[in-house]
């Protein structure tokens, strides 16, 4: 009966270690969900403070394709 115990003890804290480092995606954005260039300089940093991430997360920066465009910038640029 204690081994049934223990068993199930060891499955939980393994699911919770698996479930807990996942890397999750942070959508950034106002309530539409939609990238906007921010109404006061620390709007980001606010909504950052909020956040608590880790390495391997992503941001997801949605925007309106109509109006606005992105580039990738890489290293060397």
Known sequence: MASVKY???FSA???LLC???EAREFVVGSENNLWAVPSFV?????WAE???FQIGDSLVLKYD?????VLEVT???
């Open 7 to 9: 068993s199930f003890l």
């Open 50 to 52: 909020k956040t608590r």
């Open 19 to 21: 479930f807990l480092s």
């Open 42 to 46: 620390d709007e980001f940093n606010k």
């Open 75 to 77: 290293e060397e640029d």
């Open 65 to 69: 394709s109509k109006t606005d465009s």
């Open 13 to 15: 804290v393994v699911f």
